[in-house]
């Protein structure tokens, strides 16, 4: 979170933040070298442009452009021109810095959270989890230096080999390839968001008064954050929600994951270290929103859906994807092996990441109870998710069966995606249904 980002106090209504714990961040920042950070990520980022103009926008005679600006945390595209196809990505280099930021902490907090908690060794004892082969009981998972980026590997392990030579640092070389893994997945995850919009060309069913210049790029925030007066007054939720918007951010979340996915698996990396991983960086990303949004589930006035439901939604699909996967290629010998698979891996995501952002920037007066984004994915608040996610598929639907017919990406799995919702539903409705 940068200067910008972090709200200095709170309402009621919204999840609390710690001042002291905000305070912290705001001196974290000093020692973060932007320039470096931005250097890191256009590898990444500049390797993603690549491919998007070889596999897509090239092919139709069109160019993708990206740039870095300065600015409050935010990320967009917009349009050079629709004829063809150039879309101009931005995703600012705050938004950058604050992924960075997450990437280096997580290992240093959940290496903590195993040394002077119980917490993990607790998880480990449920009986389900018992001789589960991918089952680790360490803070991070164990990673080789060929599951780093290419092109960041060999920077990577100078600094690892720094961290090793540091009497005074906790972190090894494992945490340190962790942090690199995390900092490309959570970048990788933002563009393909991005690029969501893009392939499904959301453009075309957005409100033609609001954003008839598609030269503008369409922000994912807007510009203007709530002061804190308004958060206070309970004004955010005020007005009317833009629903066939939060349906469209839903569906370049599944492409984001379905596209993510691809990326770990063309680049070699795909096995369980990764996919864990994967799973905490999704659950950082959507955290970092959750920070402007109430402590329930109702449906709220903006063109983002509740990022607790967001996450749900994504997960479901990246279980989904996996689970075909592994019984595809028969990584693993039955149905069951594949469930408990991502079942160990995303419970365990979700227990590390809300614990880690309750540890970063909530404040806590019940220092036993759940974390306020944790309660969110718990039965306690089932039924909220379950009808907030009813709402919107009328929405999903209808631009669906329009997106359908002009998707750039013909092998695109966004109709698996949306089977996967038509079938949670229709299993509720059976369930309702049930004496
Ligand atoms: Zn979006």
Wanted: with cysteine; aromatic share 8%; glycine share 4%.
């Amino acid at each position: 979170m940068s200067d910008n980002s972090v709200p200095l106090s709170t309402s009621l209504e919204m999840n609390k933040l710690d001042d002291l714990k905000l305070l912290r961040l705001q001196e974290e920042l000093k020692y973060v070298n932007a320039e470096l950070v931005e250097q890191l990520a256009r590898v990444v980022l500049d390797g993603l442009v690549k491919w998007s103009n070889t596999h897509i926008f090239s092919k139709l005679g069109g160019e993708l452009t990206i740039e870095i600006p300065l600015g409050p945390p935010n990320a967009g595209v917009g349009y050079k021109s629709l004829e063809p196809l150039r879309p101009h990505m931005v995703i600012y280099l705050a938004m950058i810095t604050d992924i960075y930021r997450d990437a280096l902490a997580f290992p240093v907090v959940c290496r903590r959270l195993v040394d002077e908690t119980e917490t993990l060794e607790a998880f480990h004892q449920i009986p389900a989890w018992q001789g589960f082969p991918f089952a680790f009981k360490t803070a991070m998972p164990t990673l080789q230096a060929g599951h780093v980026h290419g092109d960041l590997s060999a920077f990577c392990e100078v600094m690892a080999e720094q961290h090793e030579r540091q009497t005074e640092s906790i972190l090894d070389t494992n945490d340190v390839r962790c942090r690199f893994v995390m900092f490309e997945l959570m970048l990788v995850w933002t563009f393909f968001h991005e690029l969501g919009h893009v392939v499904q060309q959301h453009y075309r069913l957005r409100n033609k008064t609001d954003y008839l210049d598609a030269a503008e790029t369409f922000l994912e925030f807007p510009e203007e954050t709530p002061s804190t007066d308004q958060a206070n007054a309970g004004s955010i939720g005020d007005a009317p929600p833009d629903l066939p918007a939060q349906a469209r951010e839903l569906m370049a979340d599944g492409e984001s994951i379905d596209l993510t996915l691809k990326y770990i698996h063309v680049t070699g990396r795909l096995c369980f270290p990764l996919l864990y991983l994967l799973y905490c960086s999704v659950g950082c990303m959507f955290q970092r929103f959750y920070q402007n949004y109430t402590e329930n589930l109702n449906i709220v006035g903006r063109w983002h859906p509740h990022p607790a439901l967001r996450e749900e939604v994504s997960e479901a699909f990246l279980s989904d994807t996996i689970r075909d996967h592994l019984v595809a290629t028969k990584k693993v010998p039955n149905d069951e092996a594949s469930v408990m698979t991502v079942l160990y891996a995303s419970i365990r995501a979700n227990l590390l990441t809300g614990l880690f952002r309750a540890h970063r920037i909530e404040q806590r007066d019940d220092g036993d109870g759940l974390p306020s984004y944790m309660r969110l994915l718990t039965e306690e608040h089932r039924p909220g998710m379950l009808s907030y996610q009813d709402t919107l598929m009328p929405y999903i639907e209808a631009q669906m069966d329009e997106v359908r017919q002009w998707h750039l990406l013909p092998e695109n799995r966004m109709d698996d995606w949306l089977e996967m919702l038509r079938r949670q539903q229709s299993q509720r409705i059976q369930s309702s249904a049930e004496p």
